[in-house]
């Protein structure tokens, strides 16, 4: 089946059809509209598979409430052919059946970021190919670093040097912290795994009550009860975009989704992005991705068009659709990471920013960790998101919150 749909793909003539030709295939592509032009990009995709593909027809069928969507069509056992699948819902759906195991059958792996392949592993089985994915690494607003006579971050800062500029970019009377930090535990994450923590380890032990989370936890409040950093609240802002492109925070640590936000809503800010700070240990940024899934209800002709399908989308020539499209997910493939930036440069000719300091997005998909928790965690992480706000609040300690999201995890991973 690989070499009769590695011949589809490679564009080669079609002598070994993928189902008889007078038969016809019909495919649903479920996900959700982020914008106009990437609609138009994947569109474009779809209608050059099936130029490829006469006996096979493709919709892309969005949904404003994509997860919500599918749960209510695994529920009813007729569900679209290929949907995309969240990082974070994999182990709920993988373990519901419903996605089809992509082992022997996602093609070209060698080209792919492996830290991304590793996000849609569970339980030892690669599930779907990363469709595109962003990173988060530190803004900073350089009229503000000049005012206070700093140098610019670079790739060699480590948490002293945020600490630092975090401290001598705040203005009280001016009401700017140094660093915007959500109370939200995708964005204290880093910080764990910078100081060598984790959530889970490899066999599925809860390892965070340990002294690296406890490290990463005390340097992320230490900063707010300091009066140097503070959740987007604090600044009157809706989040830590927002705070950043109204100049209320020096310092942000948000993904290259606010590209094109603070392109479009704060045209005139003088801004910059580097890599997140290196830790105690080293690296760390997360990775927010989606892959495209294939059905686990699928079979015979029907199961090897949504393959071919899905390769298509994600092979080399779907990387560059990504990274030429003007929208802000980065391509899941190194080879259409120039793409990506060239398509930045011409869309912020004239703006004032630097669009080669986006390599900083680019280079966190070398050591990002998954946006991934175990099925049925999210007791857990609305436990966190409010034990770390009251820590913010000066109600708790770092030790109170681990103490309590302990307990839960421990409790949620015995039943």
């Known amino acids: 089946m690989l070499k009769r749909l590695a011949l589809i793909l490679s ?46 027809s493709v919709r892309f069928v969005p949904s404003t409430d994509h997860n919500v969507t599918m ?65 988060m690494a530190l803004q900073y607003n350089k009229d503000l670093f000049d005012a206070a006579g700093l140098e610019y971050p670079t790739a060699d800062w480590t948490w002293d040097e945020l600490r630092a500029a975090a401290e001598a970019l705040t203005d009280t009377s001016a009401g700017v912290v140094g660093l915007v930090t959500p109370p939200n535990l995708e964005r204290w994450m880093p910080f764990l795994y910078q100081a060598g923590g984790a959530i889970i ?54 993904g290259n989704w606010v590209i094109q936000f603070l392109l479009d809503n704060y045209p005139e800010l003088n801004w910059g992005v580097a890599e997140l700070p290196a830790g105690p240990a080293g690296r760390a940024t997360m990775a927010f991705t989606v892959c495209y899934g294939v ?11 949504a393959w071919a399908l899905v ?4 092979n080399d020539d779907g990387a560059q659709s990504v990274a030429s499209a003007s929208f802000g997910p980065m391509p899941t493939r190194p080879s259409a990471a120039q793409a990506y930036l060239d398509n930045w440069a011409a869309r912020t000719e004239g703006s004032g920013v630097n669009f080669e300091d986006f390599n900083a997005f680019i280079a966190g998909g070398e050591y990002s960790y ?46």
Do not use: H
């Open 11 to 56: 564009g080669m003539a079609l002598a070994l059809p993928i189902m008889a030709q007078d038969s016809s295939i019909s495919l649903t592509v479920a996900g959700w509209s982020s914008n106009p032009a990437e609609d138009a990009a994947l569109n474009a995709r779809l209608e050059a598979f099936m130029a490829e593909n006469p006996g096979i």
């Open 71 to 135: 749960q209510t069509a695994f529920a009813s056992g007729t569900y679209p052919e290929v949907f995309y699948i969240d990082s974070s819902r994999l182990p709920d759906w993988a373990t519901a059946g419903v996605v089809a195991i992509g082992d022997e059958d996602i093609e070209e792996l060698d080209g792919f970021y492996p830290a991304l392949l590793d996000v849609f592993t569970f339980e030892g089985d690669l599930y779907c190919p990363p469709k595109d994915f962003s990173t």
């Open 201 to 254: 380890n490899e066999d599925g032990e809860y390892v965070m009550d340990s002294p690296e989370a406890l490290e990463a936890l005390e340097f992320y409040i230490g900063m707010v009860t300091d009066g140097i950093a503070g959740p987007p609240s604090r600044v009157d802002s809706g989040w830590g975009g927002e705070a950043f492109g109204r100049g209320r925070a020096a310092m942000a640590m948000e």
């Open 295 to 305: 059905a686990g209800n699928l079979s015979g002709d029907k199961l090897d068009a």
């Open 311 to 314: 390769n298509f989308l994600t």
């Open 370 to 415: 998954p946006w991934v928790l175990p099925v049925g965690f999210q007791p857990f992480v609305d436990a966190f998101n409010a034990g770390l706000q009251r820590a913010f609040d000066g109600q708790a300690t770092a030790e109170d919150v681990l103490n309590e999201v302990s307990m839960i995890a421990n409790e949620l991973l015995s039943r």
